[in-house]
């Protein structure tokens, strides 16, 4: 092997490493954001039905409402009547509240089992289920079999959901 076969063979050698080098830490290695630009994006959905009275004539109002407030809702309608879907958006201050009141341990107290004895829905009247997913967590209250019964003020405020989706 002559010296130009030697120096054109560690020429491409150390080009090759420089070129790799340069792809690793620009193109291909993991990049962090400044610290000050992390945004957490947390899912809170709620799914919501009312059963009771309104399914011995037809179909009771349900909806879902996604973390970023699109909705989709089902009023309530009677056996004949086609179901029209409505979809929106409810305003940011309301899903602002929804996040702010309904934390993880809040929500946990409220999904507490309790042993129901006088529901709405035992006498031709309406109660609702809820779902709601924040993070990977899914919480499923009642107002019949759930400790949400005792809480009027979370009731209220899961109530008006209904009004501000439509229903």
């Known amino acids: 092997m002559r010296r130009q076969d030697l120096m054109a063979i560690l020429g491409t ?33 709620v799914l919501a039905e009312g059963y009771g009275g309104c399914e011995r004539g037809g179909f009771c ?22 179901r029209v879907r409505r979809e929106g958006e409810v305003a940011s201050g309301v899903m602002r509240e929804l996040r702010n009141v309904f934390t993880a341990e809040y929500l946990f107290s409220l999904a507490e089992p309790i042993e129901s004895v006088d529901c709405a829905s035992f006498v031709d009247g309406i109660d609702y289920r809820y779902r709601i997913i924040r993070g990977d967590e899914q919480y499923l209250l009642d107002t019949c079999d759930t400790a949400l019964s005792y809480d009027k003020s ?14």
Request: aromatic share 18%; hydrophobic share 45%.
């Open 13 to 45: 050698f150390f080009v090759g490493v420089l070129v790799g080098g340069y792809l690793y830490l620009y193109g291909f290695s993991t990049q962090f954001a400044p610290l000050g630009q992390l945004t957490e994006v947390e899912t809170f959905t």
């Open 61 to 82: 109002a349900s909806f879902q409402l996604e973390s970023d407030g699109i909705f989709r809702a089902f009023p309530a309608a009677f056996e004949r009547e086609e």
């Open 154 to 167: 979370a009731q209220d405020r899961l109530r008006n959901l209904f009004s501000d989706v439509g229903l």
